[in-house]
């Protein structure tokens, strides 16, 4: 705070200073008055009201106020400070001396006037719990004010312990000089038991000529209504039992004790969410109730150990009742009723109640009705003297109520009751009586009775008029009946004058009329018997309404020239009779007979006129009929008759005409008896006056069927490129219309092959054949294969459609002829290559036997393989060439060479050979050895000037067993480390030197590997050229024993041996095989 003292100081003195000055102030202005204010409450006076110093001294004080019209000042003394004086019309001075010396004067303009209406007081606020509404009443208090005012009521309801503001409505009411109470309903959306509801109210008067400030009232005192839950020991579930709308939206509260605890509030079977209204009361909201069933829906509250409900009964306020109609069935009572329209969902106590009031007399009467959206009914009764009613039928229920209104004159609304005791007296066979009873009193009407008059072929109506009467009984007579004729009689009644309704058919009774004699005679037609003795008459029943009665009998009468030839009573039911006549003629006469009388005869003549070139035609079907037509015949002066009965079947035919006048050409034949699929013969017959003459005969169908079957058919004959196939015709009974065409269809397949009907298999190699000449019976089909089977189908067809197929299989002959074709053109073409190959081949045969079959020599007779006996003694091993193809032998060549030998390429020589070198390097005369000449073949290579001036070597082969040789020329000590066996082999010839072939040279170790060399092909194919066949020589040297190559091996055990040609004329060969050589001929050819 403050540390400095004189600081202090200063603050102190500086808030002395300022209390002095603020007292002076006070000193100066004690007692004055101030604030002068002026308020008016109805318009007439106002209250004006002041303040002076809270120090003044309190005492009288002098009023004077005076207005600007130069009226006297008004004096008066108060103590009060406030006065009530008039309202001046523009301003007012007022001048105002305190109990001291201070006077203030003011001048109150009437805009500085505020207008505030008397605080409205409220007269009454009445709950009604069941429908949760508040009613308000208060006075208007108009009285005070000069003139009528529009006035605005601001009403405020408020809800629960704090005063929640709910709602803030304002009404509209006009003052008058009158005190008015004014009222009005609010209906909470919570039950008034769940919490307290306050209202208060205030008013503000809109008084439009007042210039001043206008300003609401104050707020009345706050009126309460106090809920259950301010009430000690009040507990439950509310509102208890309410009855509201369909779609509501609906407020339940739990009101409980202080120290109970609530669980949970359902409703039905739904829980919802609950809000707290106090510590007593909780509720829940239901938004859009739907309707509820009979028993209504169950609200419950479970609390800790105990639980409240309620229930809820939510339906709809009753519709405005429909089509209202009144009547009076007996002028006693007045049968008034309507259409209840939808149904409330309400049901006992709380049900919809009607109530039908009249308004001249007054009356009202109360409505029990049953059922639901039925017509309703309510009686009212008839009063005496009045035939005008004015009704107003009202409707009601706890959720809303309508009404509908009819003025009815009942003497023209009467709908009588159902006639009773119906009875029938006959008179006789066409006529009756009828007799009726009906309960009412209708001295003032007429009544129209309908008769209704029905019977199993006829049906009419019949209008009676007749007097009214009180409770009396009617009668009427029914004429024009058929005798013997069942009827049914009903009656029903009206208001003759002043048609309204009939009433409901009485009980309906039966009753036969008695029989009469037959009105007409019967139709009846005649034929001649096969043999022609005799005629059989026929004739058709008569219908119920012409044989008026039961027939027995007809009787049947032959006359010639009124003579009575002949007469018979043929018993019911047979319709035919056969009369013997001979060769004679005579008029038939035919009656029908029952209990009453006998019919007028019916006649006919027996005479059948001739008739000539009697066609047979084909009718036309029409609908469930036949259409028969014909040319007109002048002479045909009594009309047509056309008979007609079954073309087939085991029983006799049945026969039934048809007569029609004379200028008819074409009719359509009907009956019952048709059938589809049915052939009928119609015989066309004109009457002339001497007798009857076949015209036509006519068959038709009603309507045409497929046939049942296909024609059988069989194969007749069978050829390899054809079928003939025959049918028969298929009986009428199967035909069941008229034949179109025969349809065949062909194609290949097997007889045992699962195959759809040809016609539909859409086969693309099908063949149909359509045979329109019906009159054919046969039909051959051309251009098949041989010996191969076919399908064949047979359908017929009519208007009504095609007949199942009737199918076999057929297999077509063989082509003989083909097959010697298909033999002879082979073997030709066999024997025309044969000859071909021949020619061929003879003018190839040098070609051919060159290169296929090469020319051998015999090893017998080879020069070679005379080997000298010193050599064969020498090494009894060695033999000669044995030909055996399973062991051949081995054999050694060896070549002879000149004494300086040249060799270009490459030369091969036998180990063996080395071995008959003797060991001091002179040459080895061979004497032992055979030498053969040997001649290989030039490949594709000739030799183009040869030197003439060379001498040629001869080449000489030595056919010797090698491995016999091989054997002693070995010496162990001289192979130390040499492996023969593991060196010998396949060793193919190099390009050898010519010092390579030097004996001298070889070591033993060499000589060794000479010997074990293996396969060594010729390389220099220069070495196989040679000027004659024994002396093979090199063309590039002048070696006498040039290496001539071979194509075997040194170790093979076989060789090859060239063709030798003519020794006289050695020229090169190549026996390699060339594609020219196949087209060139040889030179000797």
């Known amino acids: 705070m403050w540390k400095n003292s004189s600081l202090r100081c200063l603050l102190a003195l500086a808030i002395l200073c300022l209390r002095s000055l603020i007292y002076s102030q006070e000193i100066g202005s004690l007692g004055d008055p101030q604030n002068l204010k002026c308020v008016t409450h109805n318009l007439q006076k106002m209250l004006c009201t002041w303040d ?11 009023f004077c106020y005076t207005t600007n019209d130069l009226t006297p000042q008004v004096c008066f003394k108060t103590k009060e400070r406030r006065v009530e004086i008039p309202i001046p019309e523009s301003s007012i001075t007022v001048t105002i001396k305190s109990s001291g010396t201070a006077t203030k004067e003011f001048v109150i303009h009437q805009k500085d006037i505020s207008f505030v209406p008397i605080t409205p007081h409220i007269l009454s606020l009445m709950p009604d719990f069941p429908t949760s509404t508040l009613n308000l009443k208060w006075s208007d208090n108009g009285s ?10 601001q009403i405020q309801i408020l809800r629960k312990e704090p005063m929640e503001v709910v709602t803030q409505v304002t009404y509209y009411s006009k003052l008058t000089h009158e005190d008015v109470i004014l009222s009005w309903n609010w209906t909470s959306d919570m039950p008034l038991e769940c919490t307290s509801h306050y209202v208060k109210i205030r008013c ?32 439950g579930v509310f509102p208890l039992d309410p009855v509201v709308a369909v779609g509501s939206d609906l407020t339940f509260c739990c009101v409980h004790e202080e120290d109970q605890r609530i669980t949970n509030m359902t409703y039905g079977s739904k829980s919802y969410t609950m809000m707290q209204l106090s ?22 509250c479970r609390l800790e150990n105990a639980w409240e409900g309620s229930v809820v009964f939510v339906g709809y306020a009753p519709d405005t009742p429909q089509n209202l109609s009144c009547e009076t069935p007996n002028f006693l009572i007045i049968k008034c009723t309507w259409k209840p329209g939808r149904p409330s969902g309400l049901y006992g106590e709380r049900r919809t109640k009607y109530s039908l009031f009249e308004r001249t007399s007054g009356r009202n009467v109360s409505c029990e009705v049953s059922g639901l959206n039925k017509d309703h009914v309510c009686d009212f009764p008839v009063l005496p003297a009045q035939k005008t009613y004015d009704f107003i039928l009202g409707v009601s229920n706890p959720i809303g109520q309508a009404k509908s209104s009819l003025l009815v004159d009942i003497t023209q609304r009467v709908h009588p009751k159902t006639p009773e005791k119906l009875t029938v007296t006959e008179n006789n066979s066409t006529s009756i009586q009828l007799r009726w009873f009906i309960n009412g009193s209708f001295a003032e009407i007429r009544l129209l009775c309908q008769l209704e008059i029905s019977s199993s072929h006829s049906e009419r109506k019949l209008n009676v008029s007749t007097p009214g009467r009180k409770s009396s009984t009617y009668t009427a007579q029914v004429n024009e009946l058929h005798p013997h004729t069942k009827y049914q009689f009903r009656v029903r009644c009206s208001d003759a004058d002043h048609f309204w309704r009939w009433s409901d058919w009485s009980r309906g009774v039966e009753q036969t009329t008695s029989e009469a004699p037959p009105a007409r005679g019967p139709d009846i037609w005649r034929e001649r018997s096969p043999s022609g003795e005799n005629v059989i008459v026929f004739w058709k029943p008569l219908s119920p309404s012409e044989s008026n009665g039961i027939i027995v009998s007809h009787e049947v009468s032959c006359y010639l020239l009124d003579m009575l030839l002949e007469h018979k009573v043929v018993l019911e039911p047979s319709n035919s009779t056969e009369i013997k006549l001979g060769k004679s003629d005579c008029v038939i006469s035919v009656v029908a007979r029952n209990n009453a009388g006998s019919s007028p005869p019916s006649r006919i003549t027996s005479v059948e006129l001739p008739s000539d070139n009697v066609t047979t035609d084909q009718a036309v079907a029409v609908g469930n009929g036949i259409n028969i037509s014909w040319d007109s015949y002048p002479n045909m002066t009594c009309g047509y008759i056309v008979k007609w009965c079954h073309s087939s079947g085991s029983e006799p035919c049945s026969v039934d005409w048809q007569k029609f006048p004379s200028n008819t050409t074409s009719v359509v034949i009907k009956s019952a008896l048709f059938k589809p699929g049915v052939r009928y013969n119609f015989s066309l017959y004109g009457c002339k006056s001497m007798g009857y003459q076949l015209l036509k005969n006519v068959t038709g169908y009603m309507k045409e069927l497929p046939p049942k079957t296909a024609p059988n058919f069989i194969v007749e004959e069978t050829s390899s490129d054809s079928i003939l196939v025959k049918w028969e015709d298929i009986p009428i009974e199967e035909c069941r219309g008229f034949f179109k065409r025969i349809s065949s269809f062909l194609c290949k397949g097997e007889k045992d092959a699962l195959k759809p009907r040809l016609s539909e298999s859409g086969n693309p190699e099908l063949k149909v054949n359509n045979i329109t000449d019906l009159t054919k019976k046969s039909m051959k089909i051309l251009d098949l294969q041989g010996k191969t089977s076919y399908q064949l189908e047979l359908q017929a067809y009519t208007a009504g459609g095609l007949s199942p197929p009737n199918s076999l299989y057929v297999v077509t002959k063989e082509d003989s002829v ?11 073409v066999v024997v025309l290559l044969g000859v071909l190959a021949s020619i061929f081949c003879y003018r190839k045969r040098e070609w051919i036997k060159e290169t296929f079959y090469p020319e051998i020599p015999n090893p017998e007779n080879s020069k070679a393989l005379q080997f000298q006996r010193n050599i064969c003694e020498g090494n009894k091993t060695l033999k000669t060439l044995e030909m055996n193809p399973c062991t051949p032998n081995s054999v050694e060549v060896v070549e002879t ?17 080395e071995t008959t070198v003797p060991e001091d390097g002179s040459e080895s005369e061979m004497e032992n050895h055979v030498v053969v000449s040997y001649c290989p073949p030039i490949i594709e290579e000739e030799i183009s000037n040869p030197p003439t001036d060379e001498p040629g070597g001869s080449s000489q082969v030595v056919y010797i067993d090698i491995q016999s040789m091989y054997q002693p020329q070995i010496k162990p000590e001289e192979e130390p480390e040499i492996d023969l066996v593991t060196t010998a082999g396949y060793k193919p010839q190099m390009q050898l030197s010519i010092s390579a072939l030097k004996i001298e040279g070889h070591s033993p170790v060499e000589e060794e590997l000479d010997k074990t060399a293996g396969y060594r092909p010729q390389a220099n194919t220069n070495a196989w050229n040679m000027g004659t066949p024994d002396s093979p020589g090199s063309v590039e040297s002048n070696n006498e024993n040039a290496s001539f190559g071979s194509p075997c091996s040194i170790n093979s055990r076989q060789f090859l041996l060239p063709p030798k040609d003519d020794e006289d004329s050695p020229k090169p060969i190549n026996t390699a095989w060339s594609f020219t050589h196949f087209f060139q ?3 000797n050819d």
């Open 144 to 153: 005070v004010f000069p003139y009528g005012l529009d006035a605005l009521w």
């Open 818 to 828: 083909g097959l010697i074709i298909a033999i002879l053109i082979p073997v030709a």
């Open 204 to 235: 503000y008067i809109n008084a439009t000529q007042f210039v001043g400030s206008k300003d609401w009232s104050d707020w009345s005192p706050t009126e309460v209504i106090p809920g259950k839950d301010t009430e000690p020991g009040e507990s």
């Open 897 to 913: 060479q000149s004494t300086a030998p040249k060799i270009e390429d490459t030369e091969m020589m036998s180990p063996a050979a």
């Open 52 to 62: 002076v110093s809270s120090r003044g001294r309190r005492g009288q004080t002098d």
């Open 1081 to 1083: 001929n040889k030179p």
């Open 279 to 300: 510590s007593r009361s909780h509720a829940i909201r239901v938004l859009n109730a739907n309707v509820s069933n009979s028993s209504g829906t169950n609200v419950v």
